[in-house]
């Protein structure tokens, strides 16, 4: 897991110069313009796909949705999806159900686009369209590289289909290299003992929190539940007390700027925050894990890095084998 984190800037920078080929498939996109546009992902793969449905939603003003495969494989819906995109998502490109759903989904009439890292998998092969996030083989069971470089796959996919050349994006790699390097001893030091925590995180940066939920819970046995800060505030954070620790994603922009009154919530509560993003040195925090400054829509790109870190050093921490987490394996077949 420590390789394939540090493997990052490489594959994101490698990304970047590979663009043209994501800027093919985005042409075909945008010569078809669909309806709206849907998403099919599991796992780590479906905060990547939440992170797109913002992308499209945002950038293109296309409508976007997540799918519930089972819909099809256990309910044998067929719906009418003429002139609507889908993309599936899925870095292995193994799991039955995203296979039967792009299926169905090009049979019933839509675009079908395939992003994944195993341009042989089967998902690859039953789209119409495919893009290849080329981060190479990853052994550690938590995906750490074929997350963020499907995060920058989605972002020049979505960037070229209105007509962007991803030259936001082409800093990434000397980014992502000073991301990996911000300090997280602190906040493994400091958390290597709770039980429960809370992850948040407002617009793009929500597919962070989510994603960093799942890392702590598959790697350090956390009880980690993430929430969009909006949802945070009407309800859970009744729930949070002096036991609960907060990891909160506080980027520039619009999405950081309104978990201000997220922070002041949980801080009311007497919660232990941890504030990580681009702003989280003005965040009222007991932890603060700043990272580089990108445009908002890129953001989650770097976010998720020193989340990686601190996973990592928690399950190490812990007494845990993060390589080798209890009851998972690399492919997950569901139905």
Same mark, same amino acid.
């Given at each position: 897991?420590?390789?394939?984190?540090?493997?990052?800037? %490489?594959? =994101?920078?490698?990304?970047?110069?590979?663009?043209?080929?994501?800027?093919?498939? +985005?042409?075909?996109?945008?010569?078809? &313009?669909?309806?709206?546009? =849907? =998403?099919?992902?599991?796992?780590?793969?479906?905060?990547?796909? =939440?992170?797109?449905?913002?992308?499209?939603?945002?950038?293109?003003?296309?409508?976007?949705?997540?799918?519930?495969? !089972?819909?099809?494989?256990?309910?044998? %819906?067929?719906?009418?999806?003429?002139? *609507?995109?889908?993309?599936?998502?899925?870095?292995?490109?193994? !799991?039955?159900?995203? *296979?039967?759903?792009?299926?169905?989904?090009?049979?019933?009439?839509?675009?079908?686009?395939?992003?994944?890292?195993? /341009?042989?998998?089967?998902?690859?092969?039953?789209?119409?369209?495919?893009?290849?996030?080329? +981060?190479?083989?990853?052994?550690?069971? +938590?995906?750490?590289k074929t997350y963020s470089a499907t995060l920058l796959a989605l972002y020049l996919l979505v960037d070229a289909v209105r007509g962007g050349d991803g030259s936001a994006a082409t800093e990434l790699g000397a980014l992502a290299e000073q991301a990996l390097a911000v300090p997280v001893q602190r906040a493994i030091d400091r958390y290597?003992?709770?039980?429960?925590?809370?992850?948040?995180?407002?617009?793009?940066?929500? %597919?962070?929190?989510?994603?960093?939920?799942?890392? @702590?819970?598959?790697?350090?046995?956390?009880?980690?539940?993430?929430?969009?800060?909006?949802? #945070? @505030?009407h309800g859970p954070v009744a729930a949070i007390d002096e036991e609960t620790a907060v990891l909160a994603v506080t980027g520039a922009g619009r999405g950081g700027a309104a978990m201000r009154q997220v922070l002041a919530a949980v801080a009311e509560r007497g919660a232990d925050v941890l504030a990580l993003g681009s702003a989280a040195?003005? %965040? /009222?925090?007991?932890?603060?894990?700043?990272? /580089?400054?990108?445009?908002?829509?890129?953001?989650?790109?770097?976010?998720?890095? &020193?989340?990686?870190?601190?996973?990592?050093?928690?399950? #190490? +921490?812990?007494?845990?084998?993060?390589?080798?987490?209890?009851?998972?394996?690399?492919?997950?077949?569901?139905?």
């Amino acid at each position: 897991m420590a390789a394939e984190i540090a493997e990052q800037p %490489a594959v =994101l920078a490698g990304l970047v110069a590979r663009r043209t080929e994501i800027a093919d498939v +985005a042409r075909i996109i945008a010569r078809r &313009p669909p309806r709206f546009a =849907l =998403l099919a992902a599991r796992g780590s793969s479906d905060h990547a796909a =939440l992170y797109a449905k913002y992308l499209m939603e945002v950038l293109l003003g296309l409508p976007a949705g997540l799918v519930s495969p !089972s819909t099809v494989t256990l309910y044998g %819906a067929r719906p009418d999806l003429r002139d *609507v995109l889908l993309v599936s998502v899925s870095q292995s490109g193994g !799991s039955p159900d995203l *296979v039967e759903f792009t299926e169905t989904a090009r049979d019933r009439g839509a675009l079908t686009v395939a992003v994944t890292n195993t /341009p042989s998998s089967p998902v690859h092969k039953a789209a119409e369209l495919a893009v290849d996030i080329g +981060a190479g083989t990853e052994h550690a069971v +938590a995906a750490t590289k074929t997350y963020s470089a499907t995060l920058l796959a989605l972002y020049l996919l979505v960037d070229a289909v209105r007509g962007g050349d991803g030259s936001a994006a082409t800093e990434l790699g000397a980014l992502a290299e000073q991301a990996l390097a911000v300090p997280v001893q602190r906040a493994i030091d400091r958390y290597r003992f709770v039980d429960r925590i809370i992850t948040t995180g407002r617009g793009y940066s929500y %597919a962070t929190a989510l994603e960093s939920a799942l890392k @702590l819970a598959e790697t350090s046995y956390l009880a980690a539940r993430a929430y969009s800060g909006a949802d #945070l @505030l009407h309800g859970p954070v009744a729930a949070i007390d002096e036991e609960t620790a907060v990891l909160a994603v506080t980027g520039a922009g619009r999405g950081g700027a309104a978990m201000r009154q997220v922070l002041a919530a949980v801080a009311e509560r007497g919660a232990d925050v941890l504030a990580l993003g681009s702003a989280a040195e003005d %965040a /009222p925090a007991d932890v603060r894990v700043p990272v /580089p400054r990108v445009a908002e829509e890129l953001a989650p790109v770097l976010e998720v890095l &020193p989340v990686q870190r601190l996973a990592l050093g928690l399950a #190490l +921490a812990r007494g845990g084998d993060p390589d080798r987490p209890r009851g998972l394996h690399k492919v997950t077949k569901t139905r």
